[in-house]
């Protein structure tokens, strides 16, 4: 069967003629005829196989899609479609695109970043120019309020009328002080500790707030040291690190509840 079939098909007879003249169906004759090529005139020529090969033709040429689509007169997504296996002009690798868009949004925020920054320095120094220099009575608003923010209070189940202050920014400790001393009270009348992770150098955190109080070092008690904990990813580290810096004031009860009428007027309570 196999032996006739091929030998009808290679004196050029189609598949519906084979199996008219063998009595077959394509169950039997499609393995009869693997492997077999079909003769040429069984070929549906293919409309646009000669624009295809043009196509081909202007892009290794180096013209781009747009070019190649306008001369031959077919749409871009054809060009693509006969050329995508070619090389194209100016084409990028995938690592090419990426890094060129890096590049770019580097660039970007390059330019944008200072930009930004500047503004918010003329906006912060803006705000400083309509401040100005404070008076007596304006830093003793501005210190009780500070102080009620971060120093520590009295509670309805814990009466405790001590002043006591605690910060890590430099210029907020800079300017409590200058409020206690509007307040009347007297450098040697404040008790400081050093808050700080036993990781870092504590010994240059003490001299650090020594010198920005410029208070001795006998008013300076004991560092009180965090734990490590492995498991904790921590940001405040490096040489800008200095922990936290506690004031506390002696026979501080009368200022306590001083800031707390002060406070109390400044938030209108």
Same mark, same amino acid.
């Given at each position: 069967? @196999?032996?006739? /079939?091929? #030998? =009808?098909?290679?004196? !050029?007879?189609?598949?519906? %003629? &084979?199996?008219?003249? *063998? +009595?077959?169906?394509?169950?039997?004759?499609?393995?009869?005829?693997?492997?077999?090529?079909?003769?040429?005139?069984?070929?549906?020529?293919?409309?646009?196989?000669?624009? @295809?090969?043009? /196509?081909? #033709? =202007?892009?290794?040429? !180096?013209?781009?899609?747009? %070019? &190649?689509?306008?001369? *031959? +007169?077919?749409?871009?997504?054809?060009?693509?479609?006969?050329?995508?296996?070619?090389?194209?002009?100016?084409?990028?690798?995938?690592?090419?695109?990426?890094?060129?868009?890096?590049?770019?949004?580097?660039?970007?925020?390059?330019?944008?970043?200072?930009?930004? %920054?500047?503004?918010?320095?003329?906006?912060?120094?803006?705000?400083?120019?309509?401040?100005?220099?404070?008076?007596?009575?304006?830093?003793?608003?501005?210190?009780?309020?500070?102080?009620?923010?971060?120093?520590?209070?009295?509670?309805?189940?814990?009466?405790?009328?001590?002043?006591?202050?605690?910060?890590?920014?430099?210029?907020?400790?800079?300017?409590?002080?200058?409020?206690?001393?509007?307040?009347?009270?007297?450098?040697?009348?404040?008790?400081?500790?050093?808050?700080?992770?036993?990781?870092?150098?504590?010994?240059?955190?003490?001299?650090?707030?020594?010198?920005?109080?410029?208070?001795?070092?006998?008013?300076?008690?004991?560092?009180?040291?965090?734990?490590?904990?492995?498991?904790?990813?921590?940001?405040?580290?490096?040489?800008?690190?200095?922990?936290?810096?506690?004031?506390?004031?002696?026979?501080?009860?009368?200022?306590?509840?001083?800031?707390?009428?002060?406070?109390?007027?400044?938030?209108?309570?």
């Amino acid at each position: 069967m @196999r032996e006739q /079939a091929v #030998a =009808l098909r290679r004196a !050029g007879k189609s598949r519906r %003629e &084979i199996k008219e003249i *063998l +009595g077959i169906g394509n169950s039997t004759l499609d393995p009869a005829l693997r492997g077999e090529s079909p003769p040429l005139w069984t070929s549906r020529p293919r409309a646009k196989d000669e624009q @295809r090969g043009k /196509a081909r #033709a =202007l892009c290794a040429g !180096g013209a781009t899609y747009d %070019e &190649i689509a306008a001369e *031959l +007169g077919v749409s871009k997504g054809s060009v693509s479609l006969w050329v995508r296996d070619m090389p194209r002009r100016g084409r990028l690798s995938y690592e090419e695109f990426r890094q060129r868009n890096a590049d770019g949004v580097s660039r970007y925020w390059q330019a944008e970043s200072a930009r930004r %920054e500047a503004l918010r320095q003329q906006i912060s120094a803006t705000g400083a120019d309509e401040i100005g220099v404070l008076s007596d009575r304006e830093v003793l608003i501005a210190g009780a309020i500070a102080y009620w923010c971060e120093g520590s209070k009295s509670k309805p189940h814990r009466r405790e009328d001590r002043v006591t202050f605690i910060n890590s920014d430099p210029r907020l400790v800079t300017f409590f002080l200058r409020f206690l001393a509007a307040a009347g009270v007297a450098s040697k009348d404040l008790i400081c500790r050093v808050y700080i992770h036993e990781t870092a150098d504590v010994a240059a955190a003490e001299k650090f707030w020594q010198d920005l109080t410029g208070l001795p070092h006998d008013q300076f008690r004991q560092p009180s040291l965090k734990r490590h904990n492995p498991r904790t990813i921590r940001k405040n580290t490096g040489d800008s690190y200095y922990g936290c810096l506690t004031i506390a004031v002696r026979r501080s009860t009368v200022l306590y509840r001083q800031i707390e009428g002060w406070a109390a007027a400044a938030m209108g309570a």
